[in-house]
């Protein structure tokens, strides 16, 4: 099945510094596309891969699970370790947990995570009668597209296939379990208002994970999809200030953010 246009998986060979971004469930790399070129641009290493049963029809997702989403940004992950000397994950929704649970399983050869909505459960009703009816109903309508800013758009799928969907279910369970085993820096951004993840999973986050470098940063003025939002840029330019931070041969740029203890906020 051929891949969606605008769903297509992006490289850049850059620098020492490298950065993995990991878009989220049912979604494709047109959401991370230009987070990713900005940090291209700016001569990073830049990897935004497609996840298996993304980018194409949502019947092709029913045929994977967490451990074929995982196993590919973990790949990733080892290539750009092997052409880079330092490293950092970035995510949006299921793709922040991806992130996190990288972090959590390599330990020092992440350097840092920045994740925007990062998920950290499934929330709804239906969740308590999902590995049953997974079985006899192969899919439901989907929320794509979350985006406050007037023409803005994802690429994803909607409907969600209810067997990906009970598989995601028990990533995030294993994830939140494993939140004690992050230690990197982390840059968390989370929208104000989120009709897909709320607020809540991000505080789940910040109230799990062992990191003691902890920036918050609250985005107000977009939803779900904030890379694709108002908000894109300042989510460009405050990842590229983190990644600056903490490796300077990066060439930090952006405002500063807000240390553990505060938040910054959009107007």
């Known amino acids: ?48 891969p497609l996840l298996p049963g993304h980018g194409t029809r949502w019947q092709d997702m029913q045929l ?76 439901q309508p989907g929320l794509v597209g979350d985006i406050a800013k007037e023409g803005g758009r994802e690429l994803g799928y ?30 968390l951004m989370h929208s104000a208002v989120d009709h897909v993840v709320p607020p809540a999973d991000s505080a789940r986050v910040l109230s799990r994970i062992s990191s003691v470098d902890v920036t918050e940063v609250v985005l107000e003025q977009s939803y779900h999809v904030a890379t694709l939002d108002h908000d894109a840029e300042r989510i460009f330019q405050e990842s590229h200030a983190f990644i600056g931070r903490l490796a300077p041969g990066a060439g930090p740029t952006g405002s500063p953010a807000a240390a553990r203890g505060g938040s910054a906020s959009g107007g």
């Open 64 to 139: 994977t699970g967490w451990q074929d989403w995982y196993a590919e940004v973990d790949r990733e992950l080892r290539a750009l370790t092997a052409r880079c000397a330092r490293v950092f994950v970035l995510g949006l929704s299921m793709g922040g947990a991806l992130a996190l649970r990288l972090a959590a399983r390599h330990g020092d050869a992440v350097a840092g995570v920045a994740v925007v909505n990062p998920a950290n459960k499934v929330h709804g009703a239906g969740v308590r009668v999902l590995p049953v009816v997974r079985h006899l109903v192969p899919s």
């Open 158 to 187: 909607d409907r969600v296939p209810l067997h990906a969907a009970y598989s995601l279910v028990r990533f995030l369970r294993m994830v939140d379990t494993e939140l004690p085993q992050v230690t990197q820096p982390v840059l």
């Open 1 to 48: 099945m051929p891949v969606l246009p605008g769903a297509e998986p992006f490289r850049h060979e850059g620098g020492e510094v490298g950065v993995l971004l990991c878009h989220g469930f049912t979604g494709s790399p047109q959401s991370l596309r230009p987070w990713a070129r900005f940090l291209a641009d700016r001569g990073l290493t830049v990897s935004l």
